[in-house]
């Protein structure tokens, strides 16, 4: 007889094992989305530790054709107006741009349009023909790449460094 009541009785369902699968879901979540944006703001914590720990690049020392490469078809004599330029300006670097650009000569190329705001706080950028031209108002810094090749003008003085990190290095 024992068969036929344990046959009928109903079994209660896991409500408190799935409970604690949406609590431990819901955690992971919530960690990988603070770990992404506080690893998303700085990842220069991961080449200093790397560095500690005897890890270094192995790639090639002369990175080659890394970096901004103009398209055959860019011209500096364009006629027309330029991108982001008011009507009859021609594009140029301004102030802070134009001191970089006395540092660094041809490397910093020819200016392919207007200095234009990316921010609502003030940063700008600016095409050349050799790369980018930037300026972060935040940090009162000016600088430039060339995709691989990074180069500012900071408070510290002029700096310069190679990799994917935008920011000059503390120091």
């Not at 600016?126 to 003008?153: E, P």
Request: some cysteine.
């Amino acid at each position: 007889m024992s068969y036929v009541h344990r046959r009928f009785t109903k079994k209660r369902s896991g409500s408190a094992e799935l409970m604690y699968l949406l609590i431990v879901l819901a955690a992971g979540f919530t960690t990988a989305w603070w770990a992404g944006h506080k690893l998303g703001m700085d990842l220069s914590s991961v080449t200093v530790v790397a560095s500690i720990l005897g890890l270094t690049e192995t790639g090639r020392m002369t990175h080659g054709a890394a970096g901004y490469q103009p398209a055959a078809e860019v011209q500096t004599n364009q006629p027309g107006a330029a991108p982001y330029c008011a009507p009859g300006q021609s594009p140029a670097f301004a102030v802070g741009m134009d001191n970089l650009k006395q540092q660094l000569g041809n490397a910093m190329g020819v200016p392919l349009e207007c200095e234009h705001p990316t921010s609502a706080i003030g940063d700008t950028i600016q095409q050349t023909t050799t790369g980018l031209a930037a300026y972060s108002k935040l940090t009162n810094t000016v600088s430039f790449t060339d995709g691989w090749r990074h180069w500012a003008i900071t408070a510290r003085g002029p700096v310069t460094w190679e990799g994917t990190d935008p920011n000059p290095p503390p120091g």
